[in-house]
């Protein structure tokens, strides 16, 4: 299973806790990660990707083990800590402005 911590704006969309946990098959990539959150949260769909491009929306970043994911590939493996479920992947709203 691995766990994801969503920010409190998807978390009231989806209705949601603080963390959620899935079930992502072998080896989980964070597209597979974003796949099953979509496919359990369909009220999720389009807010942290694009539906058309399936690029990162600009205000939404992901991060796992202290290391930033936002620019990864979606075919990216998760690191072990969170394919294993002892960490895990947060998914950030980003902020801007001065």
Do not use: W
């Amino acid at each position: 299973m691995i766990k994801v911590v969503l920010p409190p704006h998807l978390r009231n969309l989806a209705k949601a806790g603080h963390e959620v946990e899935l079930d992502v098959p072998a080896p989980p990539t964070l597209g597979a990660v974003l796949d099953a959150l979509e496919a359990r949260f369909p009220a999720l769909l389009g807010t942290i990707r694009d539906r058309a491009t399936g690029r990162r929306r600009a205000f939404v970043r992901f991060y796992a083990c202290e290391e930033d994911l936002s620019n990864d590939t979606p075919d990216t493996p998760l690191p072990d800590p969170v394919a294993a479920g002892r960490e895990p992947l947060l998914i950030i709203g980003a902020m801007a402005g001065g």
